[in-house]
């Protein structure tokens, strides 16, 4: 019986998934694994910067439980008992050096798409089935990773894409799948989100949306109690 486990569970992914009439994506941990890469650009941004701070995976791994870059830089510097001020010109500035760092890693090609993904948005755009994005990651992220995957056209494959600083709140509040709701005009049952993490199940499990996650390497053991499929990777859902 326990060997026939992972064959049930992804016969009842490819049923969820195929009788969707959109599916949503996250992206960092989702699409591919890009979380190491942003690790090394804060580094890099902090280094620019003058700061003697050094995210390591462990300390990374922990404040990947606040979601958004500018929010993550915050919250470090918040925890520290002592530590000169930083100001929100600052960290903008220390972002945007970290997002043009990521972007240059990116165009190295050293993060590929994880399995299944790219057979899964060619069978679903084959399907007939619409294509979104519910991220907490900027446009400027999102452009980089799939512009290096897809070329530069690549959002025209997209019906909607809905990024954290287009929304009041980033997830785990479900503002970006509302949002994606009211732009594709199709009622959360109609949809399947596919994330990676227990933030991104929580955000769209409030908006109601029916959650397929595949693990990834920082999130692999969040709760995923409540999605309706764990898997791997999504390799076979095509």
Not at 149 to 155: D, E, I, L, P
Request: charged content about 25%.
């Amino acid at each position: 019986m326990q060997a026939e486990a992972p064959a049930i569970m992804l016969s009842d992914a490819v049923e969820l998934v195929r009788r969707a009439a959109a599916l949503i994506f996250d992206v960092d941990g989702t699409l591919a694994e890009t979380e190491e890469l942003h690790r090394q650009a804060f580094n890099h941004a902090f280094a620019r910067h003058g700061l003697d701070w050094q995210w390591d995976r462990a300390v990374y791994k922990d404040l990947l439980r606040v979601t958004g870059g500018k929010e993550r830089i915050r919250a470090h510097h918040e925890r520290l008992p002592i530590a000169a001020p930083l100001s929100d010109v600052d960290i903008a500035e220390l972002h945007r050096i970290k997002t043009a760092r990521y972007a240059e890693l990116v165009e190295t090609g050293c993060c590929p798409l994880r399995p299944g993904v790219t057979d899964l948005l060619a069978a679903a755009k084959a399907r007939g089935q619409r294509l979104a994005i519910a991220t907490t990651t900027s446009h400027g992220n999102i452009d980089a990773l799939l512009s290096q995957a897809f070329g530069k056209r690549w959002a025209a494959d997209f019906d909607a894409i809905v990024a954290g600083d287009d929304v009041r709140h980033k997830k785990p509040a479900p503002d970006v799948y509302f949002e994606i709701l009211a732009r594709l005009k199709l009622n959360a049952s109609d949809c399947v989100a596919i994330e990676d993490s227990a933030n991104g199940l929580i955000a769209a499990s409030r908006a109601n949306i029916p959650v397929l996650i595949t693990r990834s390497m920082f999130f692999r053991d969040d709760d995923f109690s409540q999605a309706r499929v764990v898997l791997d990777d999504l390799s076979g859902l095509g």
